[in-house]
C-alpha cells in the first residue's frame, strides 16, 4: 500500500504528482468531496501504482552512504545523521541528531545494517502494540509477523499461512501510518485481494494529511464489522 498526501487548493482540476521517493501527492479543488476523490484515484489506481513503482526503484537504486550530514527519519521526523568511530557501535537520538557509532574504518555495508537495526527495534514494539489492537476485530488474527528489509512495499500479507510481513523502512513513518498499515496487512487475512468487501473494511479508516505538520494522520472511524 502507498502513502497517499491529499491537500485541498484554489485549483479547478485534481492533479497527482508521485515524487521521486515514491509519495503520492494530491491536490484536489476545495469543494471537490472525499467520494470524488476517492473514485479518481481509483480509476487512477493503475497509472498511481505504475509511476510510482517507477520512482521507488530509482530511488531503490540511488546510492545512500549512511554518512554524517545525510537525513534519517524516525517516525516521521527527520534528524541529521552524524557518524562517530570508535566506543561502543551502536545507534542512538541526541538532540536533533542519529548519532552512528561504528568501529574505525566501517563499509557502507555496516552502516546500513546498523540503520536498519535500529529501525527494527524502533518498530517492533510499536507494530506489537498496534496487532494487538487491531487483533481483537474478529477475523484479523495472524499466525506470525515479521519484519524485512522492503524498499517497495511497506507490508506483505501471506494469507494462507496467516503470516505479515512488515517493512523495516515503516521506522521511518509516523505511528498513525504505521498503525494504517497494519490494519491493512490484517485486512488481507480477512479479505484477500483489493476487492469491495476490503475497500469497505478499509472505509473505516479515513486517510488524510495535516498540511503544517506534513504528518500522515489515520482517523479510525470504528463499527461494528
Known sequence: MEKIFIARKRVKNLN????????????APLRMSDADIESILDRKRGWIEKHRGQ???????????????????????????????????????????VVLTMRPGSTREQREA??????????????????????????????????????????????????IWLSVYLAAEPREFISEVVLHELAHIKYP?????FKAFMDFFQRRIDVATDTVIAVARYRNC
Open 16 to 27: 497527482i504528482r508521485i515524487t521521486r521517493d515514491g509519495e503520492v501527492h494530491v491536490t
Open 55 to 97: 520512482m521507488l526503484e530509482k530511488a531503490r537504486l540511488r546510492p545512500q552512504n549512511f554518512e554524517s550530514g545525510e537525513t534519517l527519519r524516525v517516525l516521521g521526523k527527520p534528524f541529521r545523521l552524524r557518524v562517530e568511530e570508535g566506543g561502543t557501535p551502536g545507534v542512538a537520538i541526541s538532540g536533533g541528531e
Open 114 to 163: 546498523a540503520v536498519i537495526e535500529f529501525y527494527r527495534v524502533i518498530l517492533t514494539p510499536i507494530a506489537e502494540e498496534y496487532l494487538a489492537l487491531w487483533q481483537d476485530r474478529p477475523g484479523l488474527r495472524c499466525r506470525e509477523w515479521h519484519t524485512r528489509k522492503m524498499k517497495t512495499r511497506w507490508g506483505s500479507c501471506n494469507v494462507a499461512e496467516r503470516r
Open 193 to 197: 485481494g483489493h476487492g469491495a468487501d
